[in-house]
Every structure is written in C-alpha cells, then in structure tokens.
C-alpha cells in the first residue's frame, strides 16, 4: 500500500487518529479532520481510511483488493499475518477471534468493501468514540477530534457527575462532548459502507472466574511473558519500575531474560518506613546484568506538584493531573540513557489481587469458608461488624443500589466494607459542589440507574472490571502525557490477554487474607526468586501525598481564584479555597479533592488551547 504521509511530530506511543467509511460523502468530514501535519491511510479505494498522527513503530497496516487490517498500537503481529487474515476475510464480524487472540494493547481497525470496523482494548485502555461530522458517521481513538470537527463543547451534567467520588458504572465512561458518543470498551463499532449507519457490537466477554490456582497461575506466566515480550521483543534498551513491590518486580525479572538491555528505576518514598528501597535493592541483586538507578527521594515530585502549568490535550478529566509531575518525572533521564519504552506495574493491584466482593456470593454457595476468610478481611481491614452484616445481606440488583445512591450524595464517607463488600463505594459529593450541580447529578444517576446492568451478575467480577477501568483511563491519559514527553510508557498487567487469564482463575485462590498476590506469586515462581516474591505488603506514598497538600496549597489557592468550574455555577470557589489553605483540615487525607481538582485542572488546558 502506498506509504503514509511523513509523521506530524508524534512520536512512538503517542498515536491518535480518526476512521472514515469509504464513501464520496466522507470526502467532507476529512476535510474537518485532516489537516497539512496529518498523515493518512487510504482504503483500497484511494479515499482516506485512517488519518491523524502517529509514529511508523506503532502502525501494522496491510490492504488487499476488497479489506484492510489495521493494527495501532503495541502489537507484535507480523505483516504477513495481517495480510493473510485480510484476503481471509468475508465478514467483519470474524474479527472478534483475532482481537481475541493477539498479545499487546492496539486499536484494531478493519475495513471491508468500504464499511469499517474500529475496537479498542477490554481494559478501556485504548477507546473509541463516534461522531456524525459532515454528515457522516466517523469514529475517533479520542474524543479531542471529533469534537473540534463539531465546534462543541463539554456538557455541563456530564462535568457535574465527574465532581462525583467515586463515578460509578456506567457514568464514568461517557464522552463529555456534546455529539461525541463513546462505544463501551467490551464493543466493537461498526459505520456502513454510506456511513449513514453505525451499530456496536460485543466482541468481549469476561471469563468465568472458575480455573484453578494449579491450571491458572501457569497461563497467567505466559500471558505476561508475551506481554513484556511485546515490548522488548526487538531489542534496544528498555527502562523498567523496579518500586520493590511484586508486580513491578515481576515485569523487570520478565525484561531482563527479553534481547532488551534493561534499566531498572527505583523512586524510593520520603517516609522512613517505606520499605520499598531495601526490596527493590534485593531485587537488583538477582538481576546482575540490569541498569538499577536509584533516584533521591527527596528530589522526585510531591503529589499536586505543577498543576498550574499542566497543558497536554485530554479529552476528559482525570485525577491522573495530581500525579502527573510524579509520574512523568524521571522519563527524560531514561530517555537520555538510551530507554525507548517505559514499563510499569501499575495493573497488578488490578488484576492479580481481586475484590473481596466475590465473598457475597460465596457467603451464599460456600458459607463455612467464606465465614472463615471474612473473619480474616475483618481483621485485617478492621472492618466494623454492623455494617459488615448489613452489606453482606444487601442482595440488590445493580440498577436498585444505584438508583439508592442519589439520596446519600451529601451523606459522610461511607465505611470502607460498604465498597469492598457491595457493588461499589457509594458515591459522593462534598459541601463545596453547588445545590444545581448536585441536582444534575442526582438526574443523571436516576436516569441511568433506569437502564444500569452490572458489568458481571457477580459483584465480585463486577468491581474487578469496573477498577480496571477507572484505572485504565488514569493510565490511557498519562501514556499520551508520557509520549508527549519524549520516552512512551507501557504497562503489560493491563494487556486484554493478561486481564482474561488473571480474572479466569477462582477468587477463592486469588483474594485471601491469609496471603498476599498468590496467583502472582505462583505465576512468577521460578522466574523472579522466592526471597523477592516474598514481600507480603505494600507502600501508599501517603507522606508524599499529606506533604504535598501541605506544600502547594498556594497553587490550589490559585486554581480557584479564577475557577472555570465556579463560572459554571458547579463549584462554590470561596469554599474550596478556605479549604487550600488549610490542609490538614479532615477529610483531604481520603483524596475527596482529587476528582475536583481534575476537572478544573482540564477545563484549564482547553482553555489554554483555544
């Protein structure tokens, strides 16, 4: 196929684009989305397919005479594979098996005779929007495009319900732009050859979690094997987190037997209880022919450090904005040691842990043990007893309790067993969200409790994927962050084929409070040593959190001074700077700010870029 055009300064891990249907009507809406800077895929026809920017490493495309295949992303699928699978292909529909099957987080999209098809990750970390521009259906990896091309602007509800702690299912995963639609992340969207039509249709189902410890813990090696081998597998050098905890440890272990030279990152805390330094460094010891860089703590940013001079385009808020400094701190001197990818941990809580929810059917199908290991959650969370009973008797659908939560918004933080026990954490509003703001959203909440399904019947699997979804949205808004500062990250626990084959493993197994992360310990066995994998906590950076509340309240009091939330009439400022200037005021240590914070931090930088 014709190769693309040269790249509009994006580099690797920073692709971002729009599809079009091949029609002559098409021909208006690219005139809205391509720009001089913007590289192009055409269908077999000639007429755009895919356009937008992206780096020559992050695109596998192939075109035959009636369909084109399209991966976008980090896949390691081979051209010659693609091809075969295109001039094999007589349905769109057959799709689903491939996406299925590859290793690596992509977009996949297809074309077929002139219709598309367009899917992003199960994780929710690579998405898909969609858009009448020009009259015809387009689809977008983000909603920033399409939303330029319709001259629109956030739906104010929408911003309202992001004020919420936490955002419940299904309202985290809507588009904020007026026009803009987001296809949920388990579908796939399909636009007719006209493009006067679109439909979405399921491609992904999670998988019953019933597979043995013994029959699971291997599958799960495997697919994080092939998940760092996806990014490791040509060589070059690599950096890895090595924080000293398990998950990060395990993907450093799996870098250092890739063809890649490895550099392994420790960013130790500022609290001297912080243990993570010394596991990290018994770690390295085991890794002798890896890079270990060990950077001064107190060096590395606080959380809430730079939120003012945050500019990169998102097109949604995302509490992220609290630790971007954190996160994006040490990349440029990784770059400048040779790094061309960055990979993480972060996932692993996600997945090789799982929420203790599953005990509310187990009460029910296995009561003795799960008595026996709620007794031990009890313990170790301190869970109080009334409540404890009170949500382990709670049997409502899902739709029931979400449609409870808008008499509670203004109620005080819930107890801990009411999240980790039922659907989720109830949500909540804080004084400083406006009575019309809590109105608006307490409609959105009744009218989507109206329609609400769970994402699985048990609230177990329900809370595990509603996690990782939230999560995925932090890391999808910190990979485009991480790119734009010059060295692309990567987080393998949060691979499709990673997720499926933790998730498949019995929760009995999985969550226990008798051990911590068995399956990855058992996955990991024989790879990273015993003497690392058997760590039995975790650190939380509360220190860096409480200190940098307390370090830049004079940024906070700034952000408010001019509030682009308070011209909306959603936050009350005066409120919300009383609050910055007192930091050690009740409540800030629970993160009740950050969702705030978030959307006001993003209503900045799409003011900045107009």
């Known amino acids: 196929m014709p190769t693309p055009r040269e790249a509009g300064g994006a580099g690797p891990g920073a692709a971002r684009f729009v599809v079009l249907p091949d029609c002559d009507d098409a021909l208006t809406a690219a005139r809205s989305l391509i720009r001089q800077d913007t590289r192009t895929i055409p269908h077999p026809s000639g007429r755009p397919w895919i356009a937008g920017h992206w780096h020559d490493d992050d695109v596998t495309a192939v075109r035959t005479g009636r369909a084109a295949l399209a991966v976008i992303g980090c896949c390691p699928v081979r051209p010659e594979e693609l091809r075969r699978r295109a001039e094999a292909l007589r349905d769109l529909t057959a799709l689903d098996a491939l996406a299925r099957a590859l290793p690596g987080s992509f977009h996949l999209v297809a074309a077929l005779d002139g219709a598309v098809r367009v899917q992003g990750t199960a994780s929710g970390l690579r998405l898909v929007f969609r858009a009448t521009v020009g009259g015809v259906e387009t689809a977008a990896s983000d909603a920033l ?47 007719s050859r006209d493009g006067r039509s679109a439909r979405h249709s399921r491609w992904w189902t999670p998988p019953e979690p019933v597979r043995s410890m013994a029959g699971g813990a291997p599958l799960v090696r495997q697919a994080l094997t092939e998940a760092v081998a996806a990014r490791t597998h040509r060589g070059g050098t690599v ?124 009460l029910r199908t296995r009561p ?116 734009r500062a010059g060295l692309p990250m990567a987080s393998p626990f949060f691979d499709d084929r990673v997720i499926e084959a933790c998730l498949a493993v019995d929760p009995r197994a999985r969550v226990t409070p008798w051990e911590y992360k068995p399956l990855l310990g058992a996955a990991m066995r024989g790879i990273v040593p015993d003497a690392c994998l058997a760590r039995t906590d975790k650190a939380h950076a509360s220190m860096d959190a409480s200190n940098g509340l307390r370090e830049h309240r004079g940024d906070l009091v700034k952000l408010w001074e001019d509030s682009s939330l308070a011209r909306l009439g959603l936050v009350d400022a005066d409120a919300l700077t009383a609050l910055a200037q007192r930091p050690a005021a009740p409540g800030l240590s629970d993160a009740i700010l950050y969702s705030t914070i978030g959307c006001e931090v993003w209503l900045r930088t799409l003011g900045a870029a107009h």
């Open 368 to 483: 003795w043990f799960a008595l026996r290991q709620l007794r031990g959650f009890r313990t170790l969370y301190q869970w109080p007893l009334a409540p404890t009973v009170h949500t382990l008797a709670d049997s409502r659908p899902y739709g029931r309790w979400l449609a409870s939560t808008p008499a509670r918004l203004r109620d005080p933080l819930p107890p801990g067993v009411e999240g980790a026990l039922g659907w989720g954490t109830p949500p909540r509003l804080f004084p400083w969200v406006t009575p019309e703001a809590a109105d608006a959203v307490r409609r959105a909440l009744r009218r989507a409790a109206a329609t609400a399904e769970p994402l699985h019947r048990d609230r177990g699997l329900h809370q595990d994927l509603e996690q990782i979804r939230i999560c995925a949205r932090i890391i999808r808004q910190w990979d485009l962050m991480a790119a």
């Open 239 to 362: 950096s890895c987190d090595l924080s000293g905890g398990l998950d990060s440890t395990s993907v450093c272990f799996l870098a250092a037997d890739s063809p890649a030279h490895v550099i392994a990152s420790t960013w130790p805390g500022r609290d001297p209880a912080d243990a993570d330094l010394a596991w990290a460094r018994r770690a390295a010891r085991h890794l002798p022919d890896v890079e270990h860089v060990v950077w001064d703590a107190d060096a590395s940013p606080l959380v809430y450090t730079d939120l003012l001079d945050i500019d990169d385009p998102m097109d949604e808020p995302t509490i992220g904005v609290m630790d971007r400094a954190r996160a994006l701190h040490h990349l440029p001197d990784l770059a400048r040691r040779g790094s061309s990818t960055h990979l993480t941990g972060i996932g692993g809580d996600h997945v090789a842990w799982c929420s203790e929810g599953y005990y509310h059917r187990l």
């Open 145 to 191: 495009p399409l939303a330029h091309a319709l001259d629109s602007t956030p739906d104010e509800e929408e911003l309202a319900v992001r004020l919420l702690w936490p955002v419940p299912h299904p309202l985290h995963t809507t588009s904020l732009w007026r026009g803009v639609t987001a296809v949920p992340a388990e579908d796939a969207l399909y636009i």
